[in-house]
């Protein structure tokens, strides 16, 4: 029972990884239809901005932290207007093209500031755990948790009660129809960017401040965001945070099981088993478990 609820708590610190991920996915969707092939890029840079705050600068983690939010959100703005912008009226596949030419691009100057060693983060006491009823949690587990919560409370009351946030509702909901209403929908599209790029800096941090540091292979934690926002529904803020908690407490609960019980599935079974999980959902509810099912009439 205990190492169950171990697997559950380190599930849902990696799921709130995934969830602040995947927040950054849905928030670009929701606003232009997009599915961005760029937050793996976006997650990079962002922790290699806290990493060069904190360890070129000497800034304290958390004020490195909110640099790093800002920096990702303008280079978020700097993606939307140089490569998105003069691509509106062109099909959707052709921006989610664009913007995987976009993350190479950055994960190529990225790896260059990266070099051959792994940038680690330094997180306050992060190497400090609390233990109770024989769990334990690290600081920077807890610190992770606690950020992802304030994200996603602050997110609900944006969309919820300011104008910008009912703005980005109505182009989300029909493009047109907020323009026709005076809402610059261009500028909805810069500041979804913006979001992303923040949320993905926060992500990046935390994971840079992880044992393993940055590395030039890190962005592919930023994978398995995709199964998360597909699960939880591509238009969806709770399903982004629902699907990413279930595939971090998912991957973490077969870490520990499968090679006692199922060894047949092979080493490393668990890196699968977000894609197992979305391709479960996606046979019950193709739309994700919060998505909306679009009704066409013919």
């Known amino acids: 029972m205990t190492d169950f609820v171990q697997a559950l708590v380190n599930g849902f610190g990696q ?38 705050f904190t360890r070129e600068f000497g800034l304290p983690f958390w004020i490195g932290l909110a640099f790093a939010i800002v920096a990702g959100a ?19 596949f052709t921006l989610a093209i ?3 030419g976009v993350d190479i691009v950055l994960r190529v100057l990225a790896n260059r500031y990266i070099g051959s060693q792994s940038r680690i983060v330094a997180y306050p006491n992060g190497g400090d ?12 587990r807890l610190g992770l948790i606690a950020v992802t919560v304030v994200t996603v409370v602050a997110l609900t009351l944006f ?11 109505a182009t989300a909901i ?18 979804a960017w913006a979001i992303a790029g923040g949320l993905a800096a926060i992500a990046g941090t935390f994971v840079a401040s992880g044992a393993a540091g940055m590395d030039q ?26 699907g990413g908690l279930l595939v971090g407490i998912t991957e973490s609960i077969f870490a520990v099981y499968q090679p006692s019980y199922a060894p047949w599935l092979g080493t490393n079974f668990s890196l699968v088993v977000p894609y197992a999980l979305m391709f479960l959902v996606l046979l019950v509810r193709p739309y994700g478990i919060f998505g909306t099912r679009e009704v066409e009439r013919v």
């Open 15 to 52: 799921g709130s990884i995934y969830a602040l991920l995947a927040l950054g996915y849905v928030m670009i969707y929701k606003a232009t239809k997009v599915i961005s092939f760029a937050q793996p890029a976006l997650m990079t840079v962002g922790g290699l901005f806290t990493y060069h």
């Open 74 to 92: 303008v280079v978020g703005m700097l993606v939307e207007r140089v490569a998105l912008r003069p691509m509106i009226g062109k099909p959707v």
């Open 98 to 100: 664009i913007t995987i």
């Open 129 to 140: 755990r609390y233990s109770a009823f024989g769990v334990s949690i690290s600081q920077q």
């Open 159 to 169: 969309f919820r009660y300011s104008r910008a946030g009912l703005a980005m509702r």
């Open 174 to 191: 029909d493009q047109e129809t907020a323009l026709a209403q005076g809402i610059r929908v261009g500028a909805i599209f810069a500041l």
């Open 217 to 242: 292979n890190t962005w592919t934690i930023a994978l398995k965001a995709l199964p998360a926002i597909i699960i939880g529904g591509l238009d969806s803020i709770p399903g982004a945070v629902v």
